[in-house]
């Protein structure tokens, strides 16, 4: 197992970035950190001032091909390019690329999603070697499918086949929200595979977090691969995800230590 930390931020995340950003900066110096980036909802104003229509169906956007081409846009050109700008200010070698640059992520296509691909393949030497030079990679969520079409991948489903691709330690999927909450609105600090299944199904997890619990069960299904789902806006955000079993929500296979 290595000490590699994959980190994803999320949408309203990136709006308040700056203090999450000098955290990355400064656990990148100690080990090595791969970025994911979301950036739903920037991608949501410029489709209505392109005025392109998306809907969501479990918490995925379906990409049509004029969807694809803003999604590309925003994510690759927009929001990377403003987050590798904003960590190099702060001291951080970071490097900027989507999934589709050196054929990073493979991805399959889902069903009744138009244009968006889940992740089964990394390529994993072309990370190592950024890492190993001490730079932090910085992915916008694209992936092209076995048929190289360019597909839109959801962020935690990115953060969660990087992790799995690399053997992560660590997962950290940062949001605009505590942690998950249960019905009665209190935040939970472990979850279990199984609790997450029965408030997916009871509609107690919806919308967002819905992908985003699904990739941390992904991610644990690489054996010791910690996943945690926090609020990426609270002080020392990082820190305490990866420190303090009491921040955020810690996504467990079974009831063992959770
Ligand atoms: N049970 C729950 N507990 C906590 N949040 C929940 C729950 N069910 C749904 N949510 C929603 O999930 C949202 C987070 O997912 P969302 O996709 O909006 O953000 P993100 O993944 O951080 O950003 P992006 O999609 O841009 O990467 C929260 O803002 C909250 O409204
Ligand atoms: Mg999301």
């Not at 410029?46 to 005025?51: F, K, M, N």
């Not at 990394?122 to 597909?151: I, W």
């Amino acid at each position: 197992m290595s000490e590699i930390v994959v980190v994803k931020l999320g949408g309203t995340t990136l709006a308040d970035q700056h203090q999450v950003l000098v955290e990355v900066a400064k656990v990148a110096r100690k080990r090595p950190v791969v970025l994911v980036h979301g950036g739903g909802k920037r991608m949501t104003e410029w489709l209505a001032r392109l005025g392109v229509e998306t809907r969501f169906e479990n918490g995925l956007r379906v990409t049509d091909p004029a969807a694809l081409e803003v999604a590309a846009a925003v994510l690759r050109g927009v929001v990377n390019s403003e987050l590798v700008a904003a960590l190099r200010d702060v001291g951080c070698d970071a490097v900027g690329l989507s999934g589709v640059d050196g054929g990073l992520l493979i991805g399959r296509r889902l069903e009744n999603v138009g244009l968006v691909a889940t992740v089964t393949g990394v390529r994993r030497d072309l990370l190592d070697s950024l890492m190993v030079s001490g730079q932090v990679p910085v992915v916008a969520p694209l992936a092209r499918d076995e048929e190289g079409m360019v597909c839109n991948v959801n962020a935690d489903d990115a953060a969660a086949g990087l992790a799995a691709g690399l053997g992560a330690r660590q997962m950290v999927l940062m949001t605009d929200v505590d942690g998950i909450r249960d019905a009665d609105g209190n935040k939970l600090d472990s979850i279990t595979a199984e609790r997450a299944e029965q408030l997916i199904a009871e509609g107690v997890i919806r919308g967002g977090m819905i992908p985003k619990v699904k990739a941390a069960l992904a991610a644990l299904a690489w054996e010791g691969t910690e996943a945690i789902i926090s609020d990426g806006s609270a002080e020392n955000a990082l820190t305490r995800s990866l420190e303090d079993p009491t921040f955020g929500t810690r996504v467990s296979a079974s009831g063992a230590g959770a």
